[in-house]
């Protein structure tokens, strides 16, 4: 499993303008429709899982995240069609041991995120990271939150320098740190 590190800011529609203009080239733009699953009982939310199905553009991946020391993320990545085909294949990889006996009761959609993200290389002679700017909605059942957000996703070299440019970025737009996963505030939507 490879360790995910990001950072997430709150943002609103001019900050994301602001830094696309700020960052005029290489844009990837992406149409992003992610659904959230747990098992019947939740016992995979309980353990700090979360696994989801995402459709990018015309690409569908299924992701299983899982704690990791510090702020970082295991996450197991593969592309499949259906949210069943990816959790097959996930339980035959390099998941956490008890994952398998987990999901022997089957998954249930939760919730859900739709929204459009832009990604712009970072690159420095320092570190590489993506930069992620992301506009739409989390939803729970009829209940949904405007999602508007910058993320600092961790892509090689020096993680603290990274981090210190996120600071930086953070000081000049004006961003605050969001705590919380999308899949989390979709959650809490239910609640």
């Known amino acids: 499993m490879a360790v995910e590190y990001e950072l997430k800011f709150r943002a609103d529609g001019a900050v994301l303008q602001a830094l696309c203009k700020e960052f005029p080239e290489h844009h990837t733009h992406f149409q992003m429709q992610t659904t959230y699953y747990d ?112 993320e600092l996703e961790y892509k090689g070299g020096d993680c603290e320098e990274m981090t210190a440019y996120a600071r930086i970025l953070a000081t000049l737009y004006g961003l605050e740190p969001e705590e919380k996963s999308k899949f989390a505030r979709a959650l809490q939507l239910g609640e």
């Not at 353990?47 to 199905?53: A, D, E, G, S, V």
């Not at 299983?64 to 197991?76: D, N, T, V």
């Not at 993200?117 to 690159?123: T, V």
């Open 39 to 150: 098992t019947p009982s939740r016992t995979l939310s309980a353990r700090h899982y979360t696994l989801r199905l995402r459709q990018e553009n015309l690409k569908t991946v299924c992701t299983l995240k899982s704690p990791a020391k510090g702020y970082g993320r295991q996450e197991l990545e593969v592309e499949c069609d259906t949210i069943q085909e990816g959790v097959k294949v996930l339980c035959k990889l390099d998941c956490p041991t008890d994952f398998p006996s987990l999901v022997a009761e089957g998954v249930t959609e939760v919730c859900g995120a739709k929204f459009h993200r832009i990604a712009i290389p970072i690159i420095t002679d320092r570190f590489q990271a993506e930069l992620a700017l992301d506009e739409g909605m989390l939803f729970h059942k009829d209940r949904t939150l405007p999602l508007c957000e910058v």
